[in-house]
C-alpha cells in the first residue's frame, strides 16, 4: 500500500510526531486531496494542547489545507481529480436537522464536523474530506497564498460583510496580528473608513501600508476615547485574543455599533450601560462554510487582498508551530508538503 507522512499529536500535550500512514480511501460522499500546504492556526493548540472535550487521538491538526482532488468517493458529483481546492474549519454537517435546515450549519446538532479535530487535517501529504466542506480555490493564488485565506482570511472577511457596517462606516480592527493584518485589507476593501488598533507605536508603518485611514496606539493613550473622537466605531473587529483589551475598546462604539469578536479567550467585561445608551451590541462570529471560504478566496483576488507568510517544509512542523505561538510571525505560519 502507498504511504504518505502525516504529523500527528498522539496525546494531549504530546510533540508532533512525524509518521507514515496508509494513504486513506475517500468514503462515500469524501473527497481525497493531495496537500500542497496547510497554515497553521492559533485554533490548532486546540489539539497539540487536549482542550476540545471528546478530541480522540492520535489527531493530525490543520484547518487551512490547499490542495488538489485526488480522487473521489461514491456519490460524489461536483468535484473532480485534479481541481484546486481548499478546506476550512467547518468540515460538514448533517443537513437534516432544525440548524440545518435554517441554513445554520455551523449550529449543527447532530454531526458538526472541524476539520482537523473530529477528523483528520492538513499537516499531511493527503486527506480526505466530506464533499460538503470543499472549497474551490482561484487558480491566481498559489497554495501558500490561499491556504491562510481558509480561516484567517474567510474568519475576517465573513465577519466583517455580516457586520451591518455599509461602506462610508467606521471600522476599527483591534490587533494587527494574523488575522488582523487581513482584517484590515478587508476592511478597506469593502470601502470603509478604516481604523487600526494595536499596542504601541511599531506596528503603525504596517497599518499605513495596508491601507488604513487611521492608526491608534492602544498604549498611548484611551483607544475607546480615541475612537469617539473619530465619531465612534459602527463596528470594532476584535481579533486580539484577550478579554480585557476587548472590554478596553467597546466604549468606542458608536450609535447602534457592534463589537464582532472572532479572538477566542475565556472572558471579557461588558458594560450594560455602554449598551443600553447607545443601543449597542457584542456579536460572535464563526468562520463560515465552503461557500463562504470560496468568497473569501474570489473576493481576494477581486481586491488584492494577501496574507502575509512564513513558511517551513512539513518535516520542520515543530519549529513552524513554535514560531506561530512565538507570536512573533509575520503573519502567518504555513506548512508545505514539497
Ligand atoms: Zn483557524
Ligand atoms: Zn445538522
Known amino acids: 500500500m502507498p504511504k504518505m507522512r502525516v504529523a500527528q499529536i498522539a496525546r494531549p500535550?504530546?510533540?508532533?510526531?512525524?509518521?507514515?500512514?496508509?494513504?486513506?480511501?475517500?468514503?462515500?460522499?469524501?473527497?481525497?486531496?493531495?496537500v500542497q500546504a496547510c497554515g497553521i492556526c492559533h485554533s490548532d493548540t486546540l489539539v497539540k494542547d487536549g482542550h476540545w472535550p471528546g478530541l480522540q487521538y492520535p489527531?493530525?491538526?490543520?484547518?487551512?489545507?490547499?490542495?488538489?482532488v485526488d480522487a473521489v468517493g461514491a456519490g460524489v458529483s461536483q468535484w473532480k481529480p485534479g481541481q484546486r481546492v481548499g478546506v476550512g474549519w467547518h468540515g460538514g454537517h448533517c443537513g437534516q436537522c432544525d440548524a440545518c435546515r435554517s441554513g445554520n450549519f455551523f449550529g449543527c446538532q447532530v454531526a458538526l464536523q472541524i476539520t482537523g479535530l473530529s477528523f483528520d487535517g492538513g499537516y499531511a501529504d493527503y486527506?480526505?474530506?466530506?464533499?460538503?466542506?470543499?472549497?474551490?480555490?482561484?487558480?491566481?493564488l498559489s497554495p501558500v497564498e490561499a491556504a491562510p485565506l481558509m480561516c484567517a482570511g474567510i474568519t475576517t472577511f465573513n465577519a466583517l460583510r455580516n457586520s451591518g457596517a455599509i461602506p462610508g462606516d467606521l471600522v476599527a480592527v483591534l490587533g494587527l496580528g494574523g488575522l488582523g493584518h487581513l482584517g484590515v485589507q478587508y476592511a478597506v476593501k469593502m470601502g470603509f473608513k478604516t481604523v487600526g488598533i494595536a499596542r504601541g507605536p511599531?506596528?503603525?508603518?504596517?497599518?499605513?501600508?495596508?491601507?488604513?485611514h487611521h492608526y491608534i496606539d492602544s498604549q498611548a493613550g484611551d483607544p475607546a476615547a480615541e475612537l469617539q473622537k473619530l465619531g465612534g466605531a459602527k463596528v470594532i473587529l476584535a481579533t486580539v485574543t484577550s478579554?480585557?483589551?476587548?472590554?478596553?475598546?467597546?466604549?468606542?462604539?458608536?450609535?447602534?455599533?457592534?463589537?464582532?469578536?472572532?479572538?477566542?479567550?475565556?472572558s471579557m467585561q461588558v458594560s450594560p450601560?455602554?449598551?443600553?445608551?447607545?443601543?449597542?451590541?457584542?456579536?460572535?462570529?464563526?468562520?463560515?462554510?465552503?461557500?463562504?471560504?470560496?468568497?473569501?478566496?474570489?473576493?481576494?483576488?477581486?481586491?488584492?487582498?494577501?496574507?502575509m507568510n512564513?513558511?517551513?517544509?512539513?518535516?520542520?512542523?515543530?519549529?513552524?508551530?513554535d514560531r506561530m505561538l512565538s507570536g512573533k510571525a509575520r503573519f502567518r505560519v504555513v506548512l508545505t508538503m514539497g
Open 202 to 212: 511599531d506596528k503603525q508603518p504596517l497599518a499605513r501600508q495596508l491601507g488604513v
Open 59 to 68: 489527531r493530525v491538526p490543520g484547518h487551512e489545507v490547499v490542495g488538489v
Open 243 to 266: 478579554g480585557a483589551a476587548m472590554s478596553a475598546v467597546q466604549g468606542g462604539l458608536g450609535l447602534n455599533g457592534t463589537l464582532m469578536v472572532i479572538g477566542a479567550d475565556q
Open 310 to 321: 512564513e513558511v517551513y517544509p512539513l518535516e520542520k512542523v515543530t519549529e513552524a508551530y
Open 13 to 34: 500535550g504530546g510533540p508532533f510526531e512525524l509518521v507514515e500512514r496508509e494513504i486513506p480511501q475517500p468514503a462515500a460522499g469524501q473527497v481525497r486531496i493531495k
Open 127 to 140: 486527506m480526505v474530506a466530506s464533499s460538503v466542506a470543499v472549497a474551490l480555490v482561484p487558480e491566481k
Open 273 to 307: 450601560l455602554v449598551l443600553i445608551m447607545g443601543r449597542r451590541s457584542v456579536k460572535g462570529w464563526y468562520s463560515g462554510t465552503a461557500a463562504d471560504s470560496q468568497d473569501t478566496l474570489r473576493f481576494s483576488v477581486l481586491a488584492g487582498v494577501q496574507s
